[in-house]
């Protein structure tokens, strides 16, 4: 998966397209991700003791990676992402890329 935590990423499909925001949390195997202000469901919550009221809440739900589209950070452009691995120190590294500056993201 491509898009990572703390990621900026614009919403390419579905409701919210053309919305912009940062990733809160990534999950690699269902291959979605909570995205801020993107996506929100109301969850209805039940009273759990007597006298209490029962509750609507907002809340971020995940979305598909398939929906977003990684925003670089030197062209602040949306762009597809790319891999490269570098030899550092003897170590190999591996930096993600922006395809259309070819700028590291």
């Given at each position: 998966?491509?898009?990572?935590?703390?990621?900026?990423?614009?919403?390419?499909?579905?409701?919210?397209?053309?919305?912009?925001?940062v990733?809160?949390?990534?999950?690699?195997?269902?291959?979605?991700?909570?995205?801020?202000?993107?996506?929100?469901?109301?969850?209805?919550i039940?009273?759990?003791?007597?006298?209490?009221?029962?509750?609507?809440?907002?809340?971020?739900?995940?979305?598909?990676?398939?929906?977003?589209?990684?925003?670089?950070?030197?062209?602040?452009?949306?762009?597809?992402?790319?891999?490269?691995?570098?030899?550092?120190?003897?170590?190999?590294?591996?930096?993600r890329?922006?395809?259309?500056c070819?700028?590291e993201?």
């Amino acid at each position: 998966m491509k898009i990572k935590k703390n990621d900026k990423v614009l919403v390419i499909k579905g409701k919210y397209r053309g919305k912009t925001g940062v990733v809160l949390k990534a999950m690699p195997k269902q291959n979605r991700v909570i995205v801020e202000g993107v996506n929100i469901v109301k969850k209805r919550i039940k009273p759990r003791k007597s006298g209490e009221k029962g509750k609507v809440l907002e809340v971020t739900a995940p979305i598909f990676t398939a929906d977003l589209k990684l925003i670089c950070k030197k062209c602040k452009k949306a762009a597809r992402v790319g891999y490269k691995i570098i030899l550092e120190k003897g170590e190999k590294k591996k930096i993600r890329f922006c395809k259309k500056c070819a700028g590291e993201t």
